[in-house]
């Protein structure tokens, strides 16, 4: 969002791609073909989450509020327990629908069942990430990634993503990141999520600890270092390694709330930054550690907006992430929110280049909100509360 919004502004589009950028009197008179007027609307760059799990779209308003993270973890398996694998194809395109519906172009999205990509056509781009739980059947890495790894391929955009540190193995993580060197795709994990993991590795206590223990998870890797100690010993961001110049910066991680002193003094010493899925609503929803935006911008990390799931949000809007942060954050600039959930999704994603701006050579990806006359355009952006009506994917309406 470096460059100022242009007054009377137009683009125009080859095939998928934005070829022009000005003046509409401008681009009138450089391009000929088919003028679409938008009337008093304003033209942005599609939405990007950068993270969801569309695999719970079904699931909204079933999870109790208030409850703590260890018993929304054992709510939502009872939950997860009732659906079919039917009932997981219905939720993951009603998902897409109303993603799309509220502008989100793309999409970052985690799914526990990745044989089920080759069956959905998604309507807005998506990254499929397959995500990896072996807590239950420990010694199964390899067959468990290479497995996820073979369903997830079969879609144009795809990554790996290890649940979380409580629930997926070292060797999982190994073997993500191999694979992600040798194909030079993304990988994504939940890090620092909540006080109970946090206590559970720092402290070998709490309730998400002793769960764990219950249901047979080894636990001699508690009482030693925080999550995120963990995560950069275990991952080769700890030896400030990269896995390719396509995809140096491979990991993007989910809600990094949970973070002491000594972590932000590690943060500031690595080498390689990765990038940080936030997403305020379902932060707010736990009651988490407020957000160290400002402190994690400083350190390099890159910052963008997800809406987790609908077992823990409304709906999938991420004009109301934008709104949630703006509120948890009064002092942010709605400049950079609104880069949160574009150019800094795209750059998470690799895509930089190609989307998350309106430019010469990018995707036309695009969508339009009503526009007020005055005012900063960037607040109306945050401001939106509703709907989007025109939408543009791929150059096609």
Same mark, same amino acid.
């Given at each position: 969002m470096e460059r100022p919004p242009? !007054? *009377? %502004?137009?683009?125009?589009?080859? %095939?998928?791609?934005?070829?022009?950028? %000005?003046?509409?009197?401008?681009? #009138?008179?450089? *391009?000929?073909?088919?003028?679409?007027?938008? +009337?008093? #609307?304003?033209?942005?760059p599609g939405l990007i989450n950068a993270h969801c799990h569309l695999d719970y779209t079904r699931l909204r308003g079933k999870i109790p509020r208030r409850i703590s993270f260890t018993d929304w973890i054992q709510t939502i398996n009872a939950e997860k327990a009732k659906l079919s694998q039917t009932d997981y194809l219905a939720s993951i395109r009603e998902g897409f629908a109303e993603a799309k519906k509220f502008g989100a172009t793309t999409m970052a999205n985690l799914t526990a069942f990745p044989e089920l990509i080759p069956r959905l056509r998604a309507p807005i781009r998506v990254w499929w990430f397959a995500e990896l739980i072996d807590v239950r059947a420990? @010694?199964?890495? *390899?067959? $468990?990634?290479?497995?996820?790894?073979?369903?997830?391929?079969?879609?144009?955009?795809? @990554?790996?993503?290890?649940?979380?540190?409580?629930?997926?193995?070292?060797a999982v993580y190994r073997r993500c990141e191999q694979m992600a060197r040798a194909e030079q795709i993304p990988l994504t994990t939940h890090l620092a999520e909540s006080r109970e993991e946090m206590l559970m590795f720092r402290h070998a206590s709490g309730p998400l600890y002793e769960f764990l223990k219950s249901v047979g998870r080894a636990m001699d890797d508690c009482g030693q270092e925080t999550p995120l100690e963990r995560f950069l010993r275990i991952t080769e961001l700890g030896t400030s390694k990269a896995c390719g110049a396509r995809c140096e910066n491979p990991w993007m991680v989910a809600h990094l709330n949970e973070l002491i002193d000594? !972590?932000?003094? $590690? $943060?500031?010493?690595? +080498?390689?930054?990765?990038?940080?899925?936030?997403?305020? #609503?379902?932060?707010?929803?736990?009651?988490?550690?407020?957000?160290?935006?400002?402190?994690?911008?400083?350190? @390099? $990390? *890159?910052?963008?907006? @997800?809406? !987790?799931?609908?077992?823990?949000?409304d709906n999938l809007s991420l004009f109301a992430e934008m709104r949630a942060f703006q509120r948890a954050q009064p002092g942010v600039s709605p400049e950079r929110i609104v880069a949160m959930a574009t150019v800094n999704g795209a750059r998470a994603l690799g895509m930089d280049q190609v989307l998350g701006r309106i430019r010469r050579g990018f995707r036309a990806d695009l969508i339009a909100i009503p526009s007020a006359p005055n005012g900063n355009p960037f607040e109306q952006i945050v401001a939106f509360d509703g709907t989007v009506d025109w939408i543009m994917i791929g150059g096609k309406t």
């Open positions: 242009i !007054d *009377n %502004g137009a683009i125009a589009i080859h %095939g998928d791609r934005i070829v022009d950028v %000005g003046k509409f009197p401008e681009i #009138r008179a450089r *391009n000929a073909g088919q003028a679409i007027d938008l +009337q008093e #609307r304003m033209l942005l420990p @010694g199964q890495a *390899n067959t $468990l990634v290479n497995s996820a790894a073979e369903s997830a391929r079969k879609t144009e955009h795809w @990554g790996l993503a290890p649940h979380a540190l409580f629930t997926a193995s070292a000594r !972590d932000f003094e $590690l $943060l500031r010493n690595e +080498q390689v930054k990765f990038h940080v899925a936030h997403c305020p #609503r379902s932060h707010a929803y736990f009651g988490h550690t407020p957000f160290a935006f400002e402190r994690l911008s400083e350190l @390099g $990390l *890159n910052i963008c907006l @997800g809406t !987790d799931s609908l077992a823990s949000n």
